[in-house]
């Protein structure tokens, strides 16, 4: 228990000098995360092969797990430690306040707390020779209570910071582990609990503020404000367009770690409890157990959200893997199907920023061949950028359709999406470093097309070129009601396709009246619509980024066309006249 004195006594200056400390302790670990990948990981990756290459690059990869993980703790602990030394400070502050009061009225305090007078040797002129109630009494009281007051708080306080401090702590020889992962998450709430309102929760920009404002926000804080926001609240910070891109991506892939290893711990403990699948009706005939089936539906999802947690930790494990630069997590959620924005390369820092939006089943459990494609466009992009620096996004933050038959043929989850592209479009903007914006595609396939069309028809795409691939419809019935100039629209229709045709039964391709007495349903393969035809050398619904050949040297016409848009070489495009 914290005395009267003691907290009258109480220095913050040494927690506050500690803080700093374990401040730079944090950065350390975040900087030595970042060595490991860049300066060994990534070099070994491409002139090392074999098994003890691999054991190696596995024991690198736990390396910076590690630092990561020191990293999001010790910013907890600096966290914590300014926490409490702002906490006990204002309690000090009203304890001064109350001994200066009783000081001035010449009261006696005892180091109990409590409060003696005299009438005789008071300044009140109510005291003495009135003959009515003493109103020192009142006056003693209420400093007293002042007191109690201050005390009683900073004991709490104390009491339940040093719990907090004590939860982070661990023992030598760290191994981390999926319930070190959890136990990061139970930290940080405890910290956040123990710090109640006073870093500001109220403060952080709501989800769907102007990038431009927030970006203008994050700016203004001190550099120690950003530590505590990205320590207490990673899934706001996460999750806001206009934070800088390293910021949220610093964000997002602990809070993936966590809840990867909440569903495979989930997964693992659900294997144990299988029921049996069969129900014996006599000795001949069974039917199905109806409680195996919910026990097998569970385990679909666990094991769904497991290996998509997993496939984007490996996909932001391959930086450096075939000249690819590093992966950013700009956006997370494993609630429903799940969301993911997951970068190529900076979009911060890029001079040619390429957003592909998926279309039609698409959800965290099937993110890997997404993001398959996003890493091709960067590929080829690059090599046909003339040194410029390229970012692809997979951008996976709408809840996209999951049956052809149902909400695909409809236009509300385009609806939905629409306009969180474009606030995503306009943080890229808001973020990126330099005079002028990065050039700017909008890829979509499918469905995904079906969101940029809606995201033009409700509002301002903030893009120099739009491709689609495969799509049914754009909500549009001309491209130049798509928000770009004239002749930045561009599409592409593979043989075998036949989403473009299957479109004039949706409400996504526009009917138009034609002169020999039909309606003719408007996509962007129409001559009506007005895009760029460019030849497309695959087949079927989801080649467009293909390659010719297993190593990943050949691209197809396909993809080689949408990089040349991508980086603006539009006279080098093939077209189909």
């Known amino acids: 228990m914290v005395t009267m004195r003691e907290l009258q006594n109480y220095k913050s200056e040494p927690s506050q000098r500690a803080g700093e400390e374990w401040g730079v302790m944090m950065s350390r670990c975040s900087n030595y995360m970042d060595w490991v990948d860049t300066v060994i990981r990534r070099p070994l990756q491409g002139s090392w092969k074999g098994r003890d290459a691999d054991a190696a690059q596995d024991r690198l990869g736990r ?14 602990i600096r966290t914590a430690l300014d926490g409490v030394a702002t906490a006990l400070a204002a309690e000090r502050r009203k304890l001064i306040e109350a001994l200066e009061e009783a000081e001035s009225r010449k ?76 136990d990061a998450a139970r930290d940080s709430k405890a910290v956040r609990k123990a710090a109640g309102d006073d870093l500001g929760l109220d403060s952080i920009p709501k989800k769907g503020t102007k990038p431009k404002d927030v970006n203008s926000w994050w700016r203004g804080l001190s550099h120690e404000e950003q530590q505590e926001y990205q320590a207490l609240y990673p899934g706001q910070i996460g999750a806001l367009d206009g934070i800088p891109s390293d910021v949220r991506d610093e964000a997002n892939r602990g809070r993936l770690r966590q809840s990867h290893a909440d ?17 014996a009706i006599d000795a001949s005939v069974r039917k199905p157990n109806p409680e195996w089936e919910e026990w097998d539906e569970k385990r679909k999802s666990l094991q769904g959200l497991s290996d998509g947690t997993n496939a984007i930790q490996s996909n932001l494990d391959k930086g450096g893997e075939k000249g690819l630069p590093e992966g950013y997590l700009l956006g997370f959620d494993d609630e429903g199907i799940g969301r993911a924005i997951v970068a190529r390369g900076n979009p911060d820092t890029a001079d040619h920023t390429a957003v592909y939006v998926p279309g039609t089943k698409t959800n965290l459990p099937t993110i890997g061949g997404d993001l398959d494609r996003s890493d091709a466009l960067w590929r080829e992009s690059s090599r046909l950028s003339d040194g410029q620096s390229v970012s692809t996004v997979t951008w996976l933050g709408y809840e996209a359709p999951q049956e052809i038959s149902g909400d695909a043929m409809e236009s509300e989850k385009a609806n939905e999406g629409g306009p969180l592209l474009n606030q995503f479009v306009d943080g890229t903007r808001a973020t990126h470093d330099g005079d002028s914006p990065s050039h700017t595609t909008l890829v979509g396939h499918s469905y995904g097309s079906v969101v940029i069309g809606s995201a033009a028809r409700q509002g301002d795409v903030h893009a120099d070129d739009i491709v689609v691939a495969g799509s049914p419809g754009m909500q549009v019935s001309r491209a130049s009601e798509l928000d770009v100039d004239k002749g930045h629209v561009w599409n592409e229709t593979g043989t075998d396709d036949w989403v473009p045709e299957g479109g004039s039964l949706t409400p996504h391709a526009p009917r138009e009246w034609r ?46 066309n949408q990089a040349r848009v991508i980086v603006g070489d539009y006279d080098k495009v093939s077209r189909d006249d």
């Open 63 to 76: 390396l910076g797990q590690n630092f990561q993980y020191a990293a999001q703790q010790t910013s907890l």
């Open 107 to 182: 009261y006696t305090v005892h180091d109990d707390g409590t409060v003696e007078y005299t009438a005789e040797g008071t300044d009140d002129p109510h005291a003495g020779g009135n003959t009515g109630p003493d109103p020192n009494i009142h006056w003693a009281q209420e400093i007293q209570d002042h007191i109690t007051q201050a005390v009683k708080r900073a004991t709490e306080i104390d009491q339940e910071y040093a719990s907090t401090l004590n939860r982070l702590q661990t023992g030598r020889g760290l191994t981390i582990d999926d319930r070190m992962w959890l």
């Open 263 to 279: 569903a495979q711990m989930k997964l693992n403990q659900h294997l144990q409890e299988e029921p049996d699948k069969w129900i």
């Open 515 to 560: 002169w020999w007495g039909e309606y003719d349903a408007v996509t962007p393969d129409s001559d009506l619509f007005g895009a760029n035809q460019m030849e497309t050398d695959t087949s079927g619904h989801g080649d467009y980024w293909n390659y010719n050949d297993e190593a990943q040297t050949d691209p197809s016409e396909s993809l080689r």
